[in-house]
């Protein structure tokens, strides 16, 4: 391999490990974040509405095609569980609509269905508000699985890093 090539993918190894490194900081960060939200106090609240909504994401590129004529892969459908309810700190009533510190959204349509469905119009619930700002609600607090998908694409970032300095280094040596 020429000394060019094997420069280009140093550079390459360097920039991907620094955006991993800082993805990976960032995820941990937002998990953190996340985490604190279990000790926000508590107050009684109300389901006012429960749905669920879809968009339209663009469809996973699986495969490359080099036919013209071949039709477009199919756009995928999300969906996401849309809760709002009421609830009050020292004598204000505030409206919210978040479920958890990280957004939601599946692709399977009865997940989300079941998920919109534990919370009834009328329903009473616990609300976990911020102290600081009581506009900030949310209803299932702390980390939950969604939340490493962020930490994860940095380690993987970082993984394909050190495979890039590996073999940059036996190549070298070679």
């Known amino acids: 391999m020429k000394p060019l090539l094997l420069s280009l993918l140093s550079t390459i190894s360097v920039v991907l490990g620094l955006v991993g490194l800082g993805v990976l ?7 953190r974040r996340s985490a604190r939200t279990r000790s926000w ?7 006012r509405s429960s749905r669920v909504t879809s968009r339209e994401a663009p469809a996973l590129q699986t495969e ?13 459908i999300l969906y996401s569980p849309q809760v709002e309810y009421t609830y009050t700190v020292e004598g ?13 959204e599946v692709s399977n349509k009865q997940h989300a269905q ?13 609300v976990f508000y911020d102290p600081e700002d009581p506009s900030r609600a949310l209803l299932e607090p702390g980390v939950h699985s969604t939340s490493w ?12 890093t050190g495979a890039f300095y590996l ?5 070298s040596g070679r």
């Open 25 to 31: 900081v960032w995820g941990f960060i937002r998990m």
């Open 41 to 47: 106090p508590t107050t009684q609240g109300t389901i």
């Open 64 to 76: 490359t095609s080099y036919d013209d004529d071949a039709p477009a892969p199919a756009p995928r």
């Open 92 to 104: 204000q009533t505030y409206t919210g609509t978040e479920l958890t510190p990280d957004s939601v």
């Open 114 to 126: 079941a998920h919109a469905a534990r919370y009834a119009p009328g329903r009473p619930v616990t």
């Open 149 to 160: 998908a962020i930490p994860a694409a940095g380690a993987a970032c970082l993984f394909v």
């Open 167 to 171: 073999f940059v280094r036996w190549y």
